[in-house]
């Protein structure tokens, strides 16, 4: 391997975790993913992240101090200066110096960049997948939780406070389930992977041995022509497609990106979603707007924070914010499981 570094790229999810190592060419080196673990102490998840990173520097021949720049995405709101996870439900954290932790375990001086992960999810749908030739997109990852991520006129919306694209919590019934946030109702009680789990056991699907069905294995039901499961996505499609037509009225996008496990499900889901989505919208944006599979699969998060470390590092040099990286590493893209 080339003796002048490589980028690291985490993206952190509540089921998964998945790394990657980059050239700063573009070109992906090395991609794993484990298990998020089931402790969710910020310090644990730093250890393991760091594991998982030195695993895959010795499978190509390097080690902790060819690291040039280490990118992260974690769930929910990040204080992007300083790396700071705010608030993060679903790891019961809260005001975390995340980006300290890691480079606590790192050799002094490795640039280290955390930001949320679904917005790390659009650096990379932005630079090397579906968001390339857009100025105006929202990229929507449904999984565990629900996030978003926006693209506005060229650059990326942050929000006052780094929180913009909280999708998730958008409020459907007051009244409705609780959520990690607080509140009541959220979206993503609604139209997550976890929701559609919960919402399959309710209509009494489960596996042979009558255990709980993932939501994988629900949307595989569906496919098969299970009628229960079917009526489980299309209920999850439904309560999404609320969140993303008041997006897309508010913003006037382009195009919607949407990636994480359901939007693997097939038509069974975005049948409904496409359909829910047009029924809602004002008719001046239901000419122009897209809904489309995000193009990287499981390599988005970890792509685009490999991009962001980079980018933060001054190894990538953005024009306005939308240079594209060198087309070398596009044709290593591939999707892992997981």
Known sequence: MKRDGVLAGVDL??????????SP????????????????????????????LERGLKEIGADKHHLIGVGAGITGPVRREGGVALLSP??????????????????AGVPVCVDNDVRVVMY?????????????FMCVTVGTGVGAALLLNGRPYYGVW???????????????????????????QYASASAVEREAARFGLSRGDGSPMSAAEVAAAARAGEPRAQ?????????????LAVSANLLSLESIIIGGG??????????????????????????????VPAALGDDAGVL????????????IHPQRYDTRMPATGKSTHGREGG
């Open 13 to 22: 999810g509540g089921t998964n975790l998945r790394a990657g190592l980059i």
């Open 25 to 52: 060419e573009g070109q992906v080196l090395w991609r794993h993913a484990v298990p998020t673990p089931q402790r969710r102490e910020p310090e644990r998840i730093a250890d393991t992240i760091v594991h998982v």
């Open 90 to 107: 679903n790891f019961g954290w809260r005001d975390v110096p995340f980006a300290d932790l890691l480079r606590a375990r790192l050799p």
């Open 124 to 136: 990379g749908e932005w630079q090397f997948g579906a968001g390339r030739d857009l100025a105006n």
């Open 162 to 188: 780094d929180a913009a694209g909280e999708i998730g919590h958008y409020i459907l019934d007051p009244q409705g389930p609780e959520c990690g946030c607080g509140n009541r109702g959220c979206l993503e």
């Open 231 to 243: 009526k489980v996505l299309a209920r999850a499609a439904a309560a999404l497609a609320q969140g």
């Open 262 to 291: 359901l939007s693997r499900a097939g038509e069974a889901f975005w049948g409904p979603l496409r359909r829910e989505v047009g029924r809602r919208v004002m008719p001046i944006h239901r000419r122009r707007l897209e809904l």
């Open 304 to 315: 685009g924070a490999a991009w962001l470390a980079g980018w933060q590092s001054g190894l």
